[in-house]
């Protein structure tokens, strides 16, 4: 009886590792783009075994008891990170902003999520960046972790929570004074820095500022934080291995966020080519949010031909600019303004508004990485890196659209999507 209890824990302890060590996958598509070289690599193939990647290159041998996948006419690539996302939210033309916020219950914004989620993984994008649930607390915390339990399908997550704003400079506006901001957390001074630590300590892998807004509907959008607030935000961020975020469209808030030392400025609208020459100088990357402006345009009315809204020609400029200063490029849309899958839309608008396709893809594999502190882990094709993939029809370094022809996802190690 002693033998046989034995023998049941050993089996117990090591079936775990056997299953790991017989995972093994070597994928056979057309070209493999790595995430780091512009030009993809024609012929090769990728081994992964378990959660990794073990090996990319030609004429790789097939290991005893691997499952190999031809992937014919397409290409491989790291899985993507989406560098913009809000999974609390759906798109405006179905619900407007304030009323996701103040009517929809957090069951119902929950559930929204956990869709959203798996339409993201997917689209083929195995990370996001979530930043702020915009009124629903703390619950991309919740989301992050019933994805890395396995309960629901889902991207990895680096989560903001509730996101920070000077006090009186959010929303939803409802007319009373005294009614608090429900879209993120308001916080000054002093008290910004012990906000930011509450969030960090309550699951925050980034800490989001809005370093400018509108005080009053109708108002043009303003700064709102000091750059010494800022700097303090960042301060203690950085000694808590997280990184900072800022939504800034003026100048002035843009400067002094970036004097500040944040990490990524998003949106950028009103950018001017010397604030987007400090950005680069001062090693700031920008996530220029084209598709958020272009579909609130299309809500309005604006067919998507000339003439275009002031809003849109405004955003090519200030794209424009920050292209020809060369600001490290984050790729994020702001999806959830729009619909969640449909991240490639941000990397189209990318590319129609002058960017090299495959300076895009690398933008949202190895940049990104980069940018949020995953280098080590993700964001690129070669051995000891997770095994987060994606195979699309075509190759979307000459045509970028082919990102919507997914046919594989991998995560892990482990094949989530399939033809």
């Known amino acids: 009886m002693r033998i046989l209890t034995l023998l049941l824990m050993l089996l117990a302890f090591s079936a775990p590792a056997a299953a790991q060590e017989q995972r093994v996958l070597l994928l056979r598509p057309a070209r493999v783009f790595d995430g780091v ?40 690539l790291p899985g993507l990170i989406e560098g913009h996302s809000h999974l609390f939210l759906h798109p405006y033309n179905e619900t407007s902003w304030d009323d996701q916020v103040l009517k929809e219950p957090l069951s119902l914004r929950t559930a929204r999520a956990v869709n959203h989620a798996r339409a993201t993984l ?3 994008f195995t990370t996001v960046r979530d930043l702020g649930t915009e009124g629903a607390s703390y619950a991309d915390a919740g989301l992050r972790q019933a994805i890395d339990q396995g309960i629901i399908p889902g991207p990895r997550m680096l989560v903001a929570t509730r996101a920070l704003v000077a006090t009186g400079a959010y929303g939803p506006k409802l007319g009373d004074p005294t009614f608090a901001a429900l879209g993120a ?5 002093p008290g910004l820095v012990a906000a930011a630590r509450r969030q960090m300590g309550a ?12 005080w009053r509907a109708g108002e043009p959008s303003r700064a709102t934080f000091s750059q010494e607030e800022i700097r303090a935000v960042v301060e203690a961020a950085h000694a808590a291995g997280r990184t900072v975020a800022v939504h800034a469209s003026t100048p002035e808030g843009m400067r002094r966020a ?27 990357a920008f996530c220029p949010t084209l598709a958020a402006g272009h579909s609130i345009a299309r809500y309005r009315g604006w067919n ?34 729009y619909t969640h899958g449909d991240n490639a839309r941000e990397m189209e608008l990318m590319v129609a508004y002058g960017m090299r396709p495959a300076d895009v893809l690398i933008a ?9 502190r995953l280098q080590e882990k993700l964001g690129a094709i070669r051995p000891g890196l997770l095994a987060d993939l994606v195979a699309v029809e075509g190759d979307p370094t000459a045509d970028i659209s082919a990102l919507r022809a997914v046919r594989l996802v991998v995560k892990g190690g482990e094949v989530v999507r399939e033809r």
């Open 37 to 76: 070289d512009p030009r993809p690599h024609q012929g090769w193939s990728v081994l992964v075994r378990g959660d990794r990647i073990e090996a990319a290159g030609p004429q790789l041998a097939v290991p005893a008891g691997a499952r190999v996948i031809e992937l014919p006419n397409t290409t491989l």
């Open 122 to 124: 997917m689209a083929g």
């Open 185 to 189: 957390e308001e916080a000054d001074g």
């Open 203 to 214: 699951g925050a892998d980034v800490v989001k500022l809005y370093g400018d807004y509108r």
């Open 304 to 337: 998507g031909q000339a003439p275009e809204p002031a809003g849109i020609t405004e955003k090519r400029a200030s794209f424009a600019a920050a292209l020809a200063a060369k600001v490290p490029m984050c790729m994020g849309g702001d999806v959830g303004v």
């Open 258 to 284: 970036i004097l500040a030392g944040v990490d990524t400025i998003e949106h950028g609208d009103a950018g001017t080519p010397e604030i987007f020459r400090l950005m680069k100088e001062r090693g700031v």
């Open 364 to 372: 949202a594999t190895s940049a990104n990485a980069r940018f949020f």
